[in-house]
């Protein structure tokens, strides 16, 4: 089965909803939490892409095995960085809850694993 393929089935058809929804209620209503929480989505995506990426080259290496730590730590820079330049569009409150859902996402997949 393809990458991305894969990627969609775990995580990726979960964190469409919250993304399709946040930019909806943005679109009515204008809230910078609602904002935040897209880029903050957009942002989990990318995260959980990586994440998703290093582990399944893990799989097949017996040398050195890449975390992807330094990208995820960029990822969550540039999009504060967002908030820092636009602080009236998003929500700080908004961006860390959308970037929460990245890492709640490993850890039920981490429980999901180990209850196998």
Do not use: D, Q
Not at 3 to 14: A, I
Not at 61 to 71: D, H
Not at 73 to 80: A, E, G, M
């Amino acid at each position: 089965m393809p990458f991305f393929r894969r990627f969609y089935r775990h995580f990726l058809k979960f964190l469409l909803f919250p993304l399709f929804l946040s930019l909806l209620i943005y679109l009515f209503t204008k809230s910078s939490i609602a904002a935040g929480f897209a880029l903050g989505t957009i942002a989990s995506i990318f995260l959980l892409w990586n994440w998703y990426y290093n582990l399944e080259r893990a799989y097949g290496s017996e040398g050195k095995i890449r975390t992807g730590t330094v990208a995820r730590l960029l990822i969550v820079i540039v999009t504060c960085l967002f908030w820092v330049r636009f602080p009236g569009v998003f929500s700080i409150f908004g961006i860390a809850g959308g970037l929460l859902l990245s890492y709640i996402m490993i850890i039920f997949r981490a429980i999901k694993e180990l209850t196998k």
